[in-house]
């Protein structure tokens, strides 16, 4: 089952499905994303989210994103799209979710969110997106901004960090994301955290939806992004950021973002 209405500078979806098979990607809109059931964890730059139901996802423009499904289960979520200019008359609105650092204040947890009774939004904007009324498109931009108006209030309150257990492979992604080197290879990660290179793979790959390599590189890309955004010239980021060659990094930075490091400059 699929819902989708969309306007100006606005996307709402509504899908109940099997998983699907999502990409890292990165677009120019704040996504809002309500889980409502499904086996996954979600993405943020560095950051993995195990996901319970009744959780709330923020992502931020240019923030690579995805949910990882480690199994069948039904999928079901809600989710917005949307721009500063959908309300631009309210710039003042995004500051407190742009101040966060990337990778940070992605995830509203799912008792936050009912004791902000934060649903209310989306299924709001879903009764105004099924019957469609001359103040469907008013009354959506009402309840954007009322619903932005309560994420400010509470920015505070959200947990921010992947929670940890303490185990091997969570001492490994905090690691991976506080370090980045061409030298780092799985022989090297397996002698460090005293654990067999196989078993390594094969429990990363189940507790993130990732392989080392694959989380390595994101790590490389969001180190990449940031430098771009700050000026530094491609060239030299390349090798700060862990690649031995411009191609390598050019196609990774590429197959992430969707776009070449120029065109990602151009664009922000």
């Keep these: 089952m699929n819902i989708s209405h969309r306007q100006n500078e606005y996307?709402?979806?509504?899908?109940?499905?099997?998983?699907?098979?999502?990409?890292?990607?990165?677009?120019?809109?704040?996504?809002?994303?309500?889980?409502?059931?499904?086996?996954?964890?979600?993405?943020?730059?560095?950051?993995i989210y195990p996901v319970e139901k009744g959780d709330i996802f923020i992502t931020r423009p240019n923030?690579?994103?995805?949910?990882?499904?480690?199994?069948?289960?039904?999928?079901?979520?809600?989710?917005?799209?949307?721009?500063?200019?959908?309300?631009?008359?309210?710039?003042?609105?995004?500051?407190a979710i742009d101040a966060r650092p990337p990778g940070t204040y992605n995830c509203i947890k799912k008792d936050i969110a009912a004791k902000y009774n934060l649903y209310e939004y989306f299924d709001n904007v879903k009764h105004y997106v099924l019957y469609r009324l001359p103040e469907s498109d008013a009354m959506i931009k009402s309840y954007t901004?009322?619903?932005?108006?309560?994420?400010?209030?509470?920015?505070?309150?959200?947990?921010n960090s992947r929670p940890s257990s303490g185990n091997r492979i969570d001492n490994i992604i905090e690691y991976l994301t506080y370090n980045i080197s061409s030298d780092i290879t799985l022989d090297f990660l397996a002698d460090k955290f005293?654990?067999?290179?196989?078993?390594?793979?094969?429990?990363?790959?189940?507790?993130?939806?990732?392989?080392?390599?694959?989380f390595i590189n994101i790590r490389k890309i969001t180190k990449a992004k940031n430098l771009l955004c700050s000026g530094t010239d491609i060239m030299s980021l390349c090798y700060e950021c862990g690649f031995n060659d411009y191609s390598t990094f050019y196609k990774t930075f590429k197959k992430l973002t969707g776009k070449s490091p120029k065109n990602f400059i151009h664009n922000n």
Excluded: W
């Design 11 to 47: 996307l709402y979806s509504y899908t109940k499905n099997d998983p699907p098979e999502l990409q890292m990607h990165i677009h120019h809109y704040y996504e809002f994303l309500y889980f409502k059931s499904g086996d996954a964890s979600y993405l943020v730059e560095n950051n």
């Design 145 to 159: 901004i009322q619903f932005l108006v309560k994420l400010n209030s509470i920015s505070e309150t959200t947990n």
């Design 194 to 214: 005293f654990i067999n290179k196989y078993h390594m793979c094969h429990i990363f790959k189940k507790t993130t939806g990732l392989t080392i390599k694959e």
């Design 63 to 95: 923030e690579l994103h995805t949910l990882v499904f480690h199994s069948d289960k039904q999928y079901e979520r809600d989710f917005v799209q949307i721009s500063k200019s959908f309300i631009a008359e309210f710039p003042v609105l995004f500051e």
